[in-house]
């Protein structure tokens, strides 16, 4: 099993930054592909960012894409998101996820393991 942990949440400005964080333990973190979602009230859970075991591909959602970049960090287990030029609409709850494969995909129902969540809340 894995366990995913996120943190660096929070409420910022809009125009501001943050950087989010997902810790990961149980498994080896290098083998597999990680992902970012969100999940604003009312709406269904959305693919943000993805990247691949290596780090040496990239995806994002069109909403976010050149804004965010996800990035990994493989001697400490550990995936980033940096939001940058934050909007209102970018607040939800965010999870990071993998389903113990190489590469990501779109697709919430992919995914097997998700961290608890962390709040960002963007103010106008």
């Known amino acids: 099993q894995v366990q995913l942990v996120e943190s660096g949440g929070g409420l910022v400005q809009a125009g501001g930054s943050l950087r989010l964080s997902c810790a990961t333990s149980?498994?080896?973190?290098?083998?597999?592909?990680m992902a970012w979602f969100r999940q604003a009230p009312g709406k269904e859970r959305e693919f943000v960012a993805g990247?691949?075991?290596?780090?040496?591909?990239?995806a994002y959602s069109d909403s976010v894409k050149g804004r965010f970049t996800i990035s990994r960090d493989n001697v400490k287990n550990t995936l980033y998101l940096q939001m940058n030029s934050l909007k209102p609409e970018d607040t939800a709850v965010y999870f990071c996820?993998?389903?113990?494969?190489?590469?990501?995909?779109?697709?919430?129902?992919?995914?097997?393991?998700w961290g608890q969540g962390t709040q960002v809340t963007v103010s106008s």
């Open positions: 990247i691949v075991w290596s780090g040496s591909r990239t």
């Open positions: 996820a993998t389903n113990l494969v190489v590469d990501y995909t779109y697709s919430t129902s992919d995914y097997r393991f």
């Open positions: 149980g498994r080896r973190f290098t083998n597999y592909a």
